[in-house]
C-alpha cells in the first residue's frame, strides 16, 4: 500500500512523529500521533471514505474544516467527520457505505450515567474560533484583565495561519509582516497561553445559541456539552469555502483549498502528483505555490475572470516555474470513475458562458477548488436575534487577508473591553483606517522601470502593484528602501541618502513576501554583474556550479546562466539566496530562477484522455441533490428554499446548508430571479450536528 508522506520539505520540519496502529476497512493501517483519521487514510493512498447511499458514488475529503459532511466514515460503528477525528490507537475505522446499520449500538440503559446537572457557566467574553483574529482580540482582553474563554474546533490554535508556510504581507510592526504565518501561529499562541485571565478549549466546537442568552459548547475530548452566557460573545469563526458546481465535482481527489494546505502545509501528506488549479485569488495561487513545495506538479490553473484577482507577486511566482495560467477560462467537467484522472476546461465569454468549440482536457490526479469564501456568520445573525451582544472579527465580519484578521482582532478587542466599561483605552486614531488598509484590494499592475542605476549595487523591487506590504522598508539597516508610511500600498523605492550606499546585506531580498527583490552587484565585474536572487526550495532542487534558466518577472526565459553561491541568513532562514552571473544588459530584469516546469503539452494535453463518464453536477453534496433537480423546480415555479428542501433533502445533511444554499441561491439567479423574491431557508438554532447521546448525559439547567 503507497504512503503519501512528504518526506522533505524547504519550509516546514519533518518530525519524527511517533506512529500508532489503527484499522480500516480490517487491514491494519499506520498513523502519525495526533493525526485526522481523513489525513492518516489519505497518506496511505486511500482516498475514498465510502458510498453515498443515494447513488453510490464514491465520497472522500473535501473541506477539511468540519463544514460538509464528505468524509464521513465509521468509528466504532459510530459516523464521524474524519478530518475533526484524532485517530486513536487500536479504533476500527470503516467506510461509510450507505447508511449506518446501529441496531448493534448501547441502548440507553448500557450507557453510562448522567454527569449531573451542571450550572450555567457565566463569563465576561466568549471568543469563537482561535485564528489570528481571535488569537489577536484575546491577546488584548486578557492583557486588560478581563476573564475571556477563547474556543476552537480544532487539536491546535491558529486557525489557517498553521497552513500558511510563506512570508506574510502588511505591516511589520503591527501584524508581523516579513514573517511566515506558521511562526506567526506560534508567537500569537505563546503569547495567548501566557495570560492568566485567557482560558483555552480545543477541539471544542460551538453548537447553537439560544434564547436564554446561552452558547452550547460541545468538548469532543471530554465528550461534554456545556452552557456558556457570556456577557459579550466575539464570533471570529473564520471562513468556508465556497463549492463549484460542474459535472463531477464530488470525485474523490477534488480538494477545497484549505483540505489541500491542510494535508501539505499541516499533516506533510502529498495527496498528489499532479494538481489543477480552479480560482486565481490569492488563495487559488499560494495553494498551487505550495503544491510546487512539496513537490507537486502544478499542471494548470484557470481563473473566469480576465485577469487574476489575487497579488500579482503570487501569480510571478507561479509564472516562474512555467505554470500554465489561463484566465477567461472554467472548469467545466472533472473526468474519473472512482477517482479525478483529468479535467475538461473551456474558454468564457463575456457573460461568463462557455464558449463551444474552446473545451480542452488535461490530466490530473487533483483539483483544487479556490472559488473564493463565505463568512462563518449563523452565530453573529442567532446572537442579534436573541440579543445576546455579539462582535465579529475576521473573515467571519468580512472577507480579507489573515493580516487583516489580526488588526481587526486588536480593535475588536478594545472595543468590548470599552463595552464591558473595563478601564480600557480607546482604540487608537487611526487604526481604522489602516484597518481598511489591510482590506484593501491590489491596484493596477504598473510597468517596471529597470533601467540601469548609477550605484554599483542596488537592490531592483519587481513588485508592480500597490498591495499593503513594508517589510523591505523596514530591514534596511540604512533606511534607503522608501515606502509611504501614511499608505504602505504605495510601491517600495531605493534611493541613496547623504552619501549612504547599499551594503549588499541581502535582508530586502530574504524578507520580502512577494519574492520580488533582487540586488545588482557590479562591483567585481561590470559586465557580467552577481544578481542575488530569493527562492523557497531546497538544496536538493539546484546547487552551486549549476547552469539555470533565469526568469524576468512575467516568468519568460532569459537566459541560463552559472550559479556562483548559495546562502542564507540566519534571521530569514528557509529562504536561499542564490547568486547567479548575468551579462549586464539584462541585470535589473532578472527576478527568479526556474527550477521546476509544472506543464509539459505533450503529456498533459489530451484531446481523448478519457472515454465520457456517467457524472452529475452535485449541489448539495450530503444528499447528492443534483442541479438539474433543483433547476427542475425553479421552473416548475418554486420560490422557496424550504419548498426545495422538502422535495429534494437539500440542505438536510450533516453541513445544514453550509455549502449547497449559496448554490441554490445561484441557480435561481441563472435563471433570472432575484433573490429577494425567494423564501430563503429556515435556519435552525443548532448549526453543528452532535451525538444526542452526548446530550443525554450532560444535562444543565439555568441556576
Not at 15 to 23: L, M, N
Not at 559 to 575: A, D, M, N
Request: net charge negative; hydrophobic share 40%; with cysteine.
Amino acid at each position: 500500500m503507497p504512503h503519501n508522506r512528504i518526506k522533505s520539505h524547504p519550509i516546514l520540519n519533518v518530525p519524527e512523529a511517533g506512529t500508532i496502529e489503527f484499522h480500516w476497512n480490517w487491514d491494519k493501517l499506520t498513523a502519525k500521533e495526533g493525526e485526522t483519521i481523513a489525513s492518516a487514510l489519505i497518506a496511505n493512498g486511500i482516498d475514498i471514505f465510502g458510498h453515498h447511499p443515494k447513488d453510490g458514488k464514491p465520497m472522500g475529503l473535501f473541506c477539511a474544516n468540519g463544514q460538509c459532511s464528505q468524509c464521513l466514515v465509521l468509528v466504532d460503528g459510530r459516523p464521524v467527520k474524519s478530518c475533526m477525528t484524532i485517530v486513536k490507537p487500536g479504533i476500527s475505522v470503516m467506510p461509510a457505505d450507505g447508511l449506518p446499520d446501529i441496531s448493534h449500538l448501547p441502548t440507553s440503559a448500557d450507557q453510562p450515567e448522567s454527569k449531573g446537572v451542571k450550572e450555567i457557566i457565566n463569563i465576561p467574553v466568549l471568543i469563537l474560533g482561535g485564528g489570528p483574529a481571535g488569537l489577536s482580540a484575546a491577546k488584548e482582553l486578557g492583557n486588560l484583565g478581563i476573564n475571556t474563554l477563547l474556543v476552537d474546533d480544532k487539536a491546535r490554535l491558529g486557525g489557517k495561519l498553521v497552513l500558511q508556510t510563506h512570508r506574510f504581507f502588511g505591516s511589520k510592526e503591527a501584524v508581523y509582516a516579513g514573517t511566515r504565518g506558521i511562526d506567526i501561529a506560534a508567537k500569537l499562541e505563546s503569547q495567548v497561553i501566557e495570560i492568566d485571565n485567557v482560558e483555552v478549549w480545543l477541539q471544542t466546537t460551538a453548537v447553537g445559541i439560544f434564547e436564554n442568552k446561552t452558547v452550547g459548547l460541545w468538548r469532543a475530548d471530554s465528550d461534554e456539552y456545556l452552557l456558556i452566557r457570556p456577557e459579550i460573545l466575539l464570533v471570529a469563526t473564520g471562513a468556508r469555502e465556497r463549492s463549484l458546481p460542474f459535472k463531477g465535482n464530488t470525485l474523490p481527489g477534488i480538494y477545497g483549498a484549505g483540505a489541500f494546505q491542510t494535508l501539505v502545509n499541516r499533516d506533510l501528506v502529498k495527496p498528489a502528483e499532479h494538481l489543477f488549479v480552479v480560482g486565481g485569488g490569492n488563495v487559488g495561487l499560494i495553494a498551487g505555490y505550495h503544491a510546487l513545495q512539496a513537490g507537486i506538479d502544478v499542471v494548470g490553473l484557470v481563473e473566469a475572470m480576465p485577469q487574476c484577482g489575487g497579488y500579482k507577486v503570487h501569480e510571478d511566482k507561479l509564472a516562474r516555474f512555467n505554470v500554465p495560467i489561463m484566465t477567461s477560462h472554467t472548469i467545466l467537467e472533472a473526468k474519473g470513475k472512482d477517482h479525478v484522472q483529468s479535467v475538461v476546461i473551456c474558454e468564457v465569454d463575456k457573460k461568463f458562458q462557455p464558449i463551444i468549440g474552446t473545451e480542452k482536457e488535461i490530466a490530473c490526479d487533483c483539483v483544487l477548488i479556490a472559488v473564493g469564501l463565505n463568512p462563518v456568520d449563523e452565530f453573529i445573525h442567532k446572537a442579534k436575534e436573541v440579543d445576546l451582544p455579539v462582535f465579529a472579527a475576521g473573515d467571519a465580519e468580512e472577507i480579507a487577508e489573515a493580516s487583516a484578521a489580526m488588526f481587526s482582532g486588536k480593535i475588536k478587542g478594545l472595543e468590548i473591553a470599552k463595552a464591558l466599561k473595563y478601564s480600557a483605552p480607546e482604540v487608537p486614531e487611526g487604526w481604522h483606517e489602516f484597518e481598511q488598509v489591510l482590506k484593501s484590494r491590489p491596484g493596477e499592475v504598473l510597468q517596471l522601470d529597470e533601467d540601469r542605476q548609477e550605484e554599483d549595487v542596488f537592490p531592483v523591487m519587481h513588485c508592480r502593484q500597490e498591495i499593503p506590504c513594508d517589510p523591505c522598508s523596514s530591514v534596511c539597516p540604512r533606511g534607503l528602501i522608501q515606502i509611504d508610511h501614511n499608505d504602505i500600498r504605495k510601491l517600495p523605492e531605493f534611493c541613496t541618502l547623504d552619501g549612504k550606499n547599499c551594503i549588499a546585506c541581502e535582508r530586502c531580498v530574504a524578507v520580502c513576501p512577494g519574492l520580488a527583490i533582487t540586488l545588482v552587484d557590479f562591483r567585481k565585474d561590470p559586465e557580467y554583474p552577481i544578481i542575488s536572487i530569493p527562492i523557497e526550495f531546497s538544496h536538493d532542487y539546484i546547487h552551486e556550479g549549476d547552469i539555470v534558466p533565469v526568469t524576468d518577472v512575467d516568468g519568460a526565459v532569459l537566459g541560463k546562466h552559472p550559479v556562483l553561491k548559495i546562502r542564507q541568513l540566519p534571521q530569514y532562514s528557509r529562504t536561499l539566496i542564490v547568486r547567479v552571473q548575468v551579462p549586464a544588459f539584462i541585470a535589473t530584469k532578472v527576478s527568479g530562477i526556474q527550477l521546476v516546469s509544472g506543464w509539459n503539452e505533450t503529456d498533459q494535453k489530451s484531446d481523448n484522455y478519457l472515454e465520457e463518464t456517467e457524472q452529475e453536477t452535485i449541489i448539495c453534496r450530503c444528499e447528492h441533490v443534483t442541479a438539474d433537480e433543483i433547476r427542475e423546480l425553479i421552473l416548475a415555479g418554486v420560490r422557496d428554499i424550504n419548498q426545495i428542501k422538502a422535495a429534494t433533502k437539500a440542505t438536510m445533511g450533516s453541513c445544514g446548508g453550509k455549502t449547497c444554499l449559496p448554490l441554490i441561491k445561484k441557480i435561481f439567479r441563472e435563471e433570472g430571479i432575484p433573490v429577494d423574491e425567494v423564501t430563503d431557508l429556515t435556519l435552525r438554532p443548532v448549526f453543528v450536528e452532535m451525538p444526542l447521546e452526548t446530550l443525554a448525559r450532560n444535562q444543565q439547567e439555568d441556576c
